[in-house]
Structure formats: structure tokens, C-alpha cells
């Protein structure tokens, strides 16, 4: 009894971290730059939100498609909530304008 319950325990643990590293893998950190989505390693169709998790700098996220017309732009504020994206297409760009550092993920 004692080693079904050890087994149970160890199998429960190590599952659980298989699904921490799977939800952790669906998210990417940017920092001031330009980013082409050949940059980004998240598939671009999992992008769905993005938050600003900089202790004190605002931070100015911007979306341009290959025109370099501007398909969304957003002020974030530090430690901020998630806001929804624009789905992001292949031509498209990210635009991380300041000191801040930005959290693309998928929920």
C-alpha cells in the first residue's frame, strides 16, 4: 500500500510539471525593438494577448502589417492586464517602443 501511494504521489508530480512547461511554452518575452513574426518562436495563430509586466515603464505596443500601415497600437501601463491583439499575420511587425518588457501569450 505504502508503494502505490509513493507511486501515486511521484506520477502526480511529474505530470504536473509536464503541463506547467507546456502552459509556459505558449507565451514570449519582447523587449524595446522590431520584431518580425519569423522572430517570434510561438506560433503566430496561438498570439492572442499581450501585458506589459515591467515594474515602472510604460510601454507602447504597436502592430503594422507589410504596408507598414498600423493595425493596432496600445499605451500599457506597468504591470498591466492582459488586453486582446489583433490576429497577427506573416507580413505583420511588433513595434516595442520604450524600456518596458512585453508578454505575448495565447490565454
Known amino acids: 500500500?505504502?508503494?502505490?501511494?509513493?507511486?501515486?504521489?511521484?506520477?502526480?508530480?511529474?505530470s504536473s510539471n509536464i503541463?506547467?512547461?507546456?502552459?509556459?511554452s505558449l507565451t514570449q518575452m519582447l523587449t524595446e525593438g522590431v520584431y518580425r513574426m519569423t522572430d517570434i518562436t510561438i506560433p503566430i495563430e496561438e498570439i492572442n494577448f499581450v501585458q506589459n509586466i515591467s515594474e515602472n515603464e510604460v510601454v507602447f505596443f504597436i502592430i503594422v502589417d507589410e504596408n507598414n500601415v498600423t493595425v493596432q497600437s496600445i499605451r500599457l501601463e506597468p504591470k498591466s492586464e492582459k488586453f486582446k491583439i489583433a490576429p497577427l499575420k506573416a507580413g505583420y511587425r511588433i513595434i516595442i517602443v520604450d524600456y518596458g518588457t512585453v508578454v505575448l501569450s495565447k490565454e
Open 19 to 24: 503541463a506547467i512547461s507546456l502552459a509556459q
Open 1 to 14: 500500500m505504502k508503494k502505490f501511494i509513493i507511486s501515486l504521489f511521484i506520477s502526480v508530480f511529474l
